[in-house]
């Protein structure tokens, strides 16, 4: 077994894991009356119909990508870059601290999480876990996660997906906090005056 094929795996381990968190929390949103698919206004609030197409095609590609990477195909094998192994396993490490972080994240929001920019019937405002000390701990748990990819795989394809979804998870996140404020008012307001957004405040 080659190294790269180990890494490979190391990857795949990752990725399972990733799936298997997010696939229990949305059959849990599911179970619980929320929806999974955005609303009219969720649609609105991330750009319109356009940039839902988009997403949905680029999702499409992303997954055929990763099938590519993951059988070896010699054009990706293109764009390695040369690595030492401990700092690649570094990045394996990362992603599994940065998974557990994220799935503490999605424990404390349970049934209240949503992939859109949506809030679901009643819904009611997560102050707890690291929801006390940061306003977006999910967003902090999927930069790590992402960040880890290039450093596993020594691939230029993966940091330019790293790079492009933390671009737009930070595009996104003013939208999510004005969404919130909306809903929430006052409440939200002086919640964000002792929280950071990715930091927490000292």
Not at 51 to 63: A, D, K, N, S, T
Not at 100 to 114: A, E, M, P, V
Not at 155 to 183: D, Y
Request: glycine share 8%; charged share 15%; hydrophobic share 50%.
């Amino acid at each position: 077994m080659t190294s790269e094929t180990i890494y490979r795996l190391a990857f795949l381990v990752l990725l399972v894991a990733l799936l298997a968190m997010r696939v229990y929390f949305m059959i849990r949103v599911q179970r619980s009356g929320g929806r999974i698919m955005p609303d009219e206004q969720a649609v609105q609030r991330e750009g319109g119909r356009g940039v839902l197409i988009v997403r949905v095609v680029m999702f499409f590609g992303l997954i055929a990508f990763l099938v590519e990477y993951l059988i070896g195909a010699d054009w990706i094998e293109a764009f390695s870059f040369p690595l030492p192994d401990w700092l690649r396993w570094a990045g394996f490490a990362l992603g599994m601290i940065s998974l557990g972080f994220w799935t503490w994240t999605q424990i404390h929001l349970d049934t209240q999480w949503s992939a859109q920019l949506q809030l679901k019937e009643n819904h009611h405002l997560v102050t707890t876990g690291p929801y006390a000390y940061i306003r977006h701990p999910l967003y902090l748990g999927m930069f790590g996660w992402c960040f880890s990819l290039p450093l596993l795989t020594g691939n230029w394809i993966f940091l330019v997906i790293c790079t492009l979804t933390i671009a737009a998870l930070l595009w996104r996140v003013p939208k999510e906090e004005q969404m919130m404020i909306e809903a929430f008012g006052d409440e939200y307001t002086a919640y964000m005056q002792h929280t950071g957004r990715f930091i927490p405040k000292f």
